[in-house]
């Protein structure tokens, strides 16, 4: 049995067994949603247990700021930034920043690759968060978040690997592991931070480009058109996609013969969103 092959079995052997250690949310992220779920909490009370995190209430008024809300007036603090807001998008942006924590390398090792994947992440979410607004019916701030969740299955595969030096060496075979294991192992992750159905189904299916269904667009397409997006002009063989054998772009009503968002405004508002999500 290959180096990949065993490393794939012990993997998914574990997690069946729930010997695999997945990631946990941010403490800060937690508290803000249970918070949030408290039916005696206020939103004032939810801005208190923002304001214990100086770097996560900065980067939150910045947000709030961005083309994302497109305030009429400057908000300045917590307060007003989660007025502004509301519930589900103060739960899902808090989240959304928090995450950044969860890519912070244990070891030089894997410090690049959880910088890229991070990266990667941010450019897909924020590409998400304009299709979204401008191609669908669904939230931008939880479309957003689709985009910064699609990889997290990644994150248990490199901490495993750090223990196979011979592993991380071979680029080729770890990225064929993570290729054949992150969307098992990002839907199992998801499930265990209770996330809803919907953002459960994208880490699970982002990497199906033939997957299609009933009705109308849902996050999946959404994430699934801004990974394409993101690749285009790469190395990466995502890039040599015809996008007219991919479903999710007719689902968004997008003719794939064109840039989905090669536009000034658009191109701004994801240079604004990215900005927010990076430190």
């Known amino acids: 049995m290959s180096l990949e092959e065993t490393f794939l079995k012990e993997l998914f052997d574990d997690l069946e067994k729930e010997k695999l250690v997945l990631p946990t949310l941010p403490e ?77 390398a244990t070891s030089d090792a894997t410090d690049k690759r959880l910088r890229a994947i991070w990266e990667e992440s941010t450019e897909v979410a924020a590409i998400c968060q304009v299709l979204a607004s401008q191609f669908t019916r669904l939230k931008p701030d939880q479309a957003l978040l689709a985009g910064l969740i699609h990889s997290i299955g990644a994150l248990p595969i490199l901490t495993r690997a750090e223990d196979h030096p011979d592993l991380l060496a071979n680029e080729a075979v770890l990225d064929r592991i993570i290729g054949n294991a992150e969307a098992r192992l990002g839907e199992a992750i998801l499930r265990k931070w209770n996330f809803p159905d919907d953002l459960v189904a994208v880490a699970a299916e982002h990497n199906n480009l033939q997957r299609d269904h009933a009705g109308d667009a849902d996050y999946v397409d959404v994430v699934i058109v801004a990974v394409l997006q993101s690749r285009m002009g790469t190395s990466h063989a995502d890039a040599k996609v015809d996008w007219k054998t991919v479903p ?12 989905v968002v090669d536009i000034d405004e658009a191109n701004n508002d994801i240079d604004a969103v990215k900005s927010a999500l990076v430190s």
Do not use: C
Not at 57 to 67: D, G, H, K, T, Y
């Open 248 to 259: 999710a772009f007719a689902k968004l009503g997008i003719e794939a013969d064109v840039s």
């Open 28 to 104: 800060v992220a937690l508290r803000v949603r249970d918070t949030l779920e408290d039916e005696n909490a206020s939103m004032l009370d939810v801005a208190k247990v923002i304001t214990t995190d100086a770097a996560l209430s900065a980067r939150l008024v910045q947000i709030a700021n961005s083309p994302l809300l497109r305030a009429s007036r400057q908000i300045e603090t917590v307060d007003a930034a989660v007025t502004r807001m509301g519930s589900n998008m103060v739960r899902n942006l808090v989240t959304s920043i928090a995450m950044e924590q969860m890519f912070q």
